[in-house]
């Protein structure tokens, strides 16, 4: 039987470790011998999670269908029904849901305001996957409690962070390295969207496309797998419809497409109007001075009074989009929804409550697609479609201006419709609509929630290590330098006899004050003769912008390295004295660069798989790295993860910390993943890896 965890004897399996070594004896028994590796179980565990994420997906309907009878006394939510209420009740039902919603959020899980696939991303990117349990529970009820007494929002978000708050969940569970468990969250998300919509292909691109970002085929496998279990799940508990019943396509002649092409563009302006007034409603509910549990309520009373006169803005939106499709709303009606739908999504989502953008984004298009649909057809009638057709081409391109995903909304659609006569306009108008919202605003509605927290997930890997490392962290003290006034014969002669490829000059302040390069006196030994005895140092310097000091990241330090053509940069003591303290080496950069690389990857995966038991107090690793486990010095008891700046100051990264159990537990630890508001107790234990000698500074500090 083979293992996916290498125990050393001496180690105590945990419960996880139990039950992953039950899981391998079980598929040893199924799968020939060829069959058993890592890969056959992850598949397993990936179909466990589609299974599980179908589940949650169909309960997440059914807890909205409850909260819809409770509030407005039936379980199937119409555009009849809400008409046939009284206007006040229209206006306390959303306002009543707020106040549920904003205690969920603020007081169980935060992470659950607004949309939350960003969340996802974030957890993706930042975080190996990690998503907190409690996510599940704190999604679920406070989105089925915003939907279903009106929130102007959609499930799919939603039904997105629970699955992949579940596949994150059982991943950690099992321990997994971190680059399983995004694999994991990603099997969940695509279980979310192919419940939802009934469409396994869409779930699995959405997953990739947008929460990965990776169509690697290790990835690819399990997700698909997923996805389609969960549309199993989903097929038997609701049937095998679709999310929406479209009117059969055709494209009527060639000509066609240009509309289509019109279609795109304003389908960008529409995404990127979503995107600008969504965060700006956020902004100007923040800037309230009042409790943030209560400012859902005060969206809620918005919404109730949009109801009034435009009850199609409520719930999800689906029946209004019906209509549209259909082509039963006027041209003027499609065109009010269009704005007031945008605006109650934003004054929804940004008074705090919880719920997708997803629904909305297709909502819009399918009213902007109707628009144009009814002109077209109104002014060529022999050679256009009905305007259903447009509003169909219109809820995927609206999709992709907002998303950045063509070819998640491409698939979404098409799945709709199994139709393959509508992907020629389809794949057009996503494209062109994907392409424009990019040219007028780079970041998507997702990514740009993440910018505004500063973090930007495809600034890429290694410019988020490099922010995270410092001058003084590959400073050295060892510089060449020179005075303004040294002749040609001194800086050659320095230059040949020094292991520096530049030399630093300074003033009669001894300040920095320019920089010479073996470049620029190989241009002057040429003419030596000449020159030798009327050149000085300040002929040849340069003196543009090349000082460094102690705290500047590594980012910047690399940046100046492409702009400056030197590989030596002065360090000097701070921003207003231009004293050469040192020097740093763009080889040393890089090198610095690859070692923290390879040390957050072995952190990464030691920190899911392994301890240290006490027969093993110090394990060597590859790197001249160490792991051991040691007591918190006493110096730091009370004190926040964040506040001891432990990594900083003395260069090593806690992984796992150990705490004694209560006193009914006696003999047990509670294993507790680091994090930075995390206080340190006295008897904690920190699993550590390092450098041995820094781990001893930090051992017997104060």
């Not at 907002?402 to 389809?426: C, G, M, Q, S, V």
Request: hydrophobic content about 45%; overall charge neutral; proline content about 4%.
């Amino acid at each position: 039987m083979r293992r996916w965890v290498n125990i050393p004897e001496g180690f105590d399996r945990s419960l996880e470790d139990k039950v992953k070594v039950k899981i391998a004896s079980v598929l040893a028994k199924i799968f020939p011998p060829s069959l058993k590796s890592e890969q056959i179980f992850v598949i397993v565990v990936a179909i466990f999670i589609g299974l599980l994420g179908g589940f949650g997906a169909v309960g997440f309907r059914y807890l909205i269908q409850i909260v819809q009878k409770i509030s407005y006394g039936d379980w199937n939510y119409t555009l009849d029904l809400v008409r046939s209420i009284p206007w006040y009740i229209k206006v306390i039902i959303p306002a009543s849901g707020g106040i549920f919603v904003g205690l969920i959020v603020y007081f169980f899980a935060r992470e659950v305001k607004g949309h939350g696939v960003p969340e996802v991303m974030e957890a993706v990117a930042l975080k190996g996957g990690k998503i907190r349990p409690r996510v599940v529970f704190a999604k679920a009820f406070s989105s089925s409690i915003c939907i279903g007494t009106g929130g102007s929002v959609g499930r799919e978000g939603p039904i997105v962070q629970i699955g992949s708050a579940i596949g994150s969940a059982i991943g950690q569970f099992l321990k997994m390295p971190s680059s399983t468990l995004k694999t994991f969250v990603g099997c969940g998300a695509a279980a979310g969207i192919a419940s939802t919509f009934n469409a396994p292909i869409a779930g699995a691109f959405f997953a990739l496309e947008i929460i990965l970002g990776d169509f690697a085929i290790p990835q690819f496998a399990p997700i698909v797998i997923s996805s389609v279990m969960a549309t199993v799940v989903s097929h038997y508990f609701l049937g095998n419809y679709p999310a929406f019943v479209v009117p059969e396509y055709q494209l009527i002649s060639p000509w066609e497409l240009i509309p289509y092409v019109i279609l795109g563009v304003l389908a960008a302006l529409i995404g990127i109007l979503f995107i600008k007034t969504l965060y700006k409603t956020e902004d100007l509910f923040d800037s309230f001075k009042f409790p943030d549990y209560l400012k859902p309520v005060i969206g809620g009373f918005i919404i109730g009074g949009i109801s009034i006169i435009f009850p199609e803005i409520l719930g999800i939106g689906y029946d209004a989009i019906g209509l549209a499709l259909d082509g039963n709303l006027i041209w003027f009606v499609l065109l009010s929804l269009v704005f007031v739908k945008l605006l109650a999504v934003s004054i929804t989502l940004g008074s705090g409550s919880s719920g997708g953008i997803f629904a909305p984004s297709l909502f819009l298009g399918s009213m902007i697609g109707g628009v144009l649909g009814f002109i077209v057809h109104s002014l060529f009638p022999g050679v256009t479609a009905s305007y259903g057709a447009y509003s169909l081409v219109g809820m995927g391109a609206v999709v992709a201006a907002t998303t950045h995903a063509p070819i998640t909304a491409i698939i979404i659609i098409f799945e709709l419709t199994n139709d393959y006569k509508i992907i020629l306009p389809l794949m057009i108008a996503c494209i062109i609509s994907t392409v424009v919202a990019m040219r007028l605003k780079r970041e998507s509605i997702y990514t740009l929630k993440l910018i505004r927290r500063k973090i930007n997930i495809f600034i890429g890997k290694e410019i988020n290590v490099l922010k995270s490392l410092y001058v003084k962290e590959v400073m050295t003290e060892e510089v060449e330098i020179v005075s303004e006034d040294a002749k040609l014969n001194s800086l050659l002669e320095r230059m040949v006899n020094s292991n520096h490829s530049s030399l630093f000059m300074v003033d009669k302040n001894n300040e920095f004050s320019g920089i010479i390069t073996i470049q620029d006196l190989r241009l002057a030994f040429m003419e030596k003769e000449s020159l030798q005895d009327i050149l000085i140092a300040k002929d040849v310097a340069i003196s543009d912008g090349f000082t460094i000091t102690p705290d500047d990241d590594l980012d910047y330090v690399m940046k100046l390295f492409g702009t400056k053509s030197v590989d030596e940069l002065p360090v000097v003591e701070n921003r207003y004295s231009k004293k050469i303290i040192g020097s740093v080496w763009k080889n040393k950069v890089i090198e610095t660069y690859n070692q923290e690389i390879f040390r957050r990857d072995l952190i990464g995966e030691l920190s899911s798989r392994i301890s240290v038991p006490e027969k093993y107090p110090q394990i060597e690793l590859l790197g001249g790295y160490t792991m051991t486990e040691i007591e918190a010095p006493k110096s730091f008891v009370g004190l926040s993860l964040k506040e001891a700046d432990i990594r900083s100051r003395y260069g090593i990264e806690i992984i796992l910390i150990k705490r004694k159990a209560p006193e009914e537990k006696q003999g047990e630890t509670i294993n507790i993943i680091p994090d930075s508001n995390y206080k340190i107790k006295e008897g904690d234990k920190f699993l550590i890896v390092g450098d041995i000698k820094k781990i001893n500074n930090f051992k017997y500090a104060g």
